[in-house]
């Protein structure tokens, strides 16, 4: 079994600040891990994902996560915020399934709101 | 292309009433999953389909909530006897599971409220 940690429940910035959203994670087994938005009245989306590899990821507008295993955490972190990155934040993780293929079952965390201020 | 749609988008029953939620995943994915977003308890997984294996019911709260998924394609989810801690928004995903394709795409989801 897994369990997620979002250690702010609410993040108020200016904009053009940088910010750091933190989230850090609990399993017994190898995991997958996933930053979700979600906007003011808008479904789900995937910010980005750590499956492998490198473990500075990047999201096409300027989020980057570090999967840091020792720690076991996923911290999110902009340099510096737009008010359109109003949202909510989730960190989310899945375990490996056998055979390589990922089972895909999200465990949530409890969300950050992310309010950036003019 | 067209992505998950969920039906109703809003629902608003009575006390004991039975509902029932559709999902519409994007075409060719062989995955579908279920999800409750509520105030007290967050994101929660409901339950998973992948192809024509057995469902993953795990996240189901209990024998009120069902789910089929028909022709490996549309789900609906049943709560039978609704009840105001139902009162929730009910999130489908569905994905392609082939390797490196974990990405999970959700609908907009299904508000019920149970009065």
């Known amino acids: 079994a897994q369990s997620v940690t979002q250690l702010d429940s609410q993040v108020p910035v200016f904009e053009e600040a940088p910010v750091e959203l933190r989230c850090n994670y609990s399993s017994s087994v190898s995991v997958y891990l996933f930053w979700y938005v979600q906007y003011p009245n808008q479904g789900l989306q995937l910010l980005l994902k750590y499956l492998s590899g490198s473990t500075l990821v990047e999201s096409i507008n300027g989020f980057e996560a570090e999967f840091n295993k020792s720690q076991t955490s996923f911290h999110l972190r902009k340099p510096s915020v737009h008010i359109s990155d109003t949202a909510e934040y989730f960190c989310?993780?899945?375990?490996?399934?056998?055979?390589?293929?990922?089972?895909?079952?999200?465990?949530f965390g409890q969300g950050t709101i992310l309010t950036v201020h003019p | 292309g067209a992505g998950v749609s969920q039906s109703p988008s809003n629902k608003v029953t009575e006390k004991g009433k039975d509902v029932e939620l559709r999902c519409d995943p994007i075409?060719?994915?062989?995955?579908l999953y279920w999800y409750r977003q509520s105030l007290g308890q967050g994101l929660e997984f409901l339950i998973y389909?992948?192809?024509?294996?057995?469902?993953?019911k795990s996240g189901l709260p209990s024998d009120r909530f069902s789910a089929e998924r028909t022709g490996g394609s549309v789900s609906t989810l049943t709560i039978q006897r609704t009840q105001q801690e139902d009162s929730a928004v009910y999130l489908c995903a569905s994905s392609s599971t082939g390797t490196w394709t974990y990405e999970q795409y959700f609908g907009p989801g299904t508000r019920l409220t149970v009065t």
């Open positions: 389909f992948q192809g024509n294996s057995a469902p993953d």
């Open positions: 989310a993780v899945s375990d490996h399934g056998a055979g390589g293929t990922s089972y895909g079952k999200l465990t």
């Open positions: 075409s060719g994915h062989t995955a």
